[in-house]
């Protein structure tokens, strides 16, 4: 090569390396514009007054709230939860209050509605309503939900503005609401039912009616019903992947005494209305997608709440089968402050020529803000990925972010490879084909169902309103069907004897066979058997 195509070839290199330098300048200054000061300015010129429903579980402050809502002429509830929106609408309408549901997986019209109940990824921003209430407002510094409460509070458009919270987010709304000069006033809200830690039981024997069990599995909870139902005690169910329709069957079933215990999983601190006297924690540990952990005092307070249905029970009491010291010492506590607010990542994004995968990778090196986190954007960039730059490239910008914004279980591959054929089918125009994943299990009718609602979402985000359900109300009673059936096949048993074991039994194997050398390296079996069982189920 001559020095003359040398030259040229080094003045090229560093004319790419400049172009990608301010290229890469140019995308964190963008995305530095959507630190909160945008939020800030917008929030600034609305003319709202914000009520703050400040109180723990069990305290009225949702209620009270609500109560603004029904003399609304356009309102609107927003919540975490499809089953709390769900709630809603089904407590306004049978109150006289006309109200339509709207959620990720359905939307129900309701005649002569003037109040939404919603999930609040789907709140309405360029409508103006009387009254908005945001409901479980600490969520605001989840990283990956967060943002949500985060946009709400700054830019929902209503008169009143009513935000129901934990005391431990009180700090960081009322920050917030100082940080645009809001008018605001705080109600405070007290247990309407003392809640009192009541010891330990040592036996399942022990359970009575009214009773919850807390476990952290969706095995230990289908394994703790099969020990209570071979104890004569019917118990309803609610874990992470059982469907909405079907856990509000197994809500009805207990409510209704079909049933006298109710075995769940964390999914129980949030939304659920059970007439429960004692909380029981059978076990202290969860697996947080990387390791088995103890609880942390706020969780074990918001499932602890639960105890003590006001009008039912003069009080709630709170038992442990495991370090009564841990639950007794968090119920005493009165938690720690949150310190931060979840930033949402910029839907303006979706206008730029950024590569969405840069930006993701930019998002998360942009500057440390102290008292604000950025939205986790891991699950698109992970989605992002599995489509494939060549797949990618064939989408236009928005329909490619709404499809990589999907809510899909990112742990289970065999749903993430049905989103991906559905991203195929739409890429060339079609209609994705419908699941088809065996329905003879508990297992499989719980992926198929979430398959079916992946289809849904992603049908959504091309316009098309297809929810099939049908099919998900019939997959549901398929659901409880099983549910009805004999659970001990869900219960552990002995990798080496096949002995029955109790389902929070830390180790894959029995006392005797470790004792008689059959066991192997029992502490390996204990992580195993728990990563296994726990990695995938998001409660």
């Not at 969520?139 to 949500?148: A, C, E, F, K, Y």
């Not at 004569?232 to 079933?253: D, F, H, Q, T």
């Not at 066979?513 to 995938?536: I, K, L, P």
Request: charged fraction near 35%; hydrophobic fraction near 35%; aromatic fraction near 8%.
């Amino acid at each position: 090569m001559s020095r003359r195509e040398r030259n040229r070839g080094n003045r090229n290199s560093r004319k790419r390396r400049e172009k990608g330098k301010k290229f890469k300048r140019d995308m964190r200054s963008f995305l530095k514009e959507f630190d909160i000061e945008q939020y800030l300015e917008r929030a600034k010129s609305m003319d709202r007054r914000f009520i703050l429903h400040v109180g723990p579980t069990n305290s009225g402050k949702t209620y009270d709230a609500l109560q603004a809502l029904k003399t609304a002429g356009r309102g609107v509830y927003l919540g975490p939860l499809r089953l709390l929106a769900l709630e809603m609408y089904d407590t306004l309408n049978e109150q006289g209050v006309p109200c339509e549901l709207l959620t990720g997986e359905e939307f129900i019209r309701t005649e002569n509605a003037a109040v939404t109940a919603s999930t609040i990824e789907l709140c309405n921003f360029n409508k103006r309503y009387d009254v908005a209430v945001i409901d479980e407002a600490q969520l605001i510094s989840d990283p990956h939900r967060g943002g949500s409460w985060t946009k709400a509070i700054f830019m929902v458009d209503a008169a009143e503005v009513h935000i129901c919270m934990s005391p431990d987010a009180e700090d960081v709304i009322c920050r917030i609401l100082k940080g645009f000069k809001a008018d605001y006033e705080i109600r405070r809200h007290e247990r309407l039912a003392p809640l009192e830690f009541a010891g330990q039981i040592k036996d399942l024997k022990e359970v009575q009616d009214g009773d919850a069990l807390i476990v952290f599995s969706r095995r230990a909870v289908l394994a703790t019903a099969a020990e209570l139902e071979n104890l004569g005690k019917k118990a309803s169910v609610i874990y992470g992947a059982l469907p909405p329709a079907s856990r509000r069957e197994e809500v009805r079933k207990f409510a209704g005494g079909e049933n006298t215990v109710v075995v769940s999983t964390d999914a129980i601190g949030m939304g659920i209305s059970l007439p429960i006297r004692r909380v029981i924690f059978r076990e202290l540990t969860k697996f947080d997608g990387e390791d088995d952990r103890t609880l942390y005092g706020s969780e074990i307070r918001q499932i602890a709440g639960r105890a003590g249905r006001f009008g039912i029970y003069d009080k709630g009491e709170v038992l442990t089968m495991a370090a009564p010291e841990i639950v007794e010492e968090a119920l005493g506590e009165t938690g720690e402050p949150l310190r931060d607010v979840t930033i949402p990542f910029p839907r303006e994004a979706i206008d730029t020529g950024f590569f969405f995968d840069k930006l993701f990778d930019e998002w998360e090196r942009l500057p440390f803000i102290p008292g604000f986190v950025r939205e986790d954007m891991s699950e698109a960039a992970f989605l992002l990925n599995t489509l494939g730059g060549k797949l990618a490239r064939g989408f236009d910008r928005k329909l490619l972010f709404e499809l990589i914004t999907c809510p899909v279980d990112i742990k289970n591959e065999r749903l993430v490879m049905y989103w991906l054929e559905c991203c195929i089918a739409i890429g060339v125009e079609g209609i994705p084909e419908e699941p088809d994943f065996e329905t003879d299990t508990l297992e499989g009718c719980e992926l198929q169902y979430k398959a079916l609602d992946v289809r849904h979402q992603l049908l959504r985000r091309i316009g098309i309103e297809d929810p099939r359900m049908d099919e998900k109300l019939e997959l549901c009673r398929k659901i409880n069907k099983l549910l009805m059936e004999d659970k001990n096949t869900f219960r552990k048993r002995c990798r080496r004897c096949g002995r029955l074991l109790p389902a929070t039994f830390p180790f894959g194997i029995c006392d005797s066979c470790f004792r008689s050398g059959r066991g192997g390296r029992r502490g390996s079996d204990r992580r195993g058997d728990r990563r296994g069982e726990r990695r995938g189920s998001r409660h």
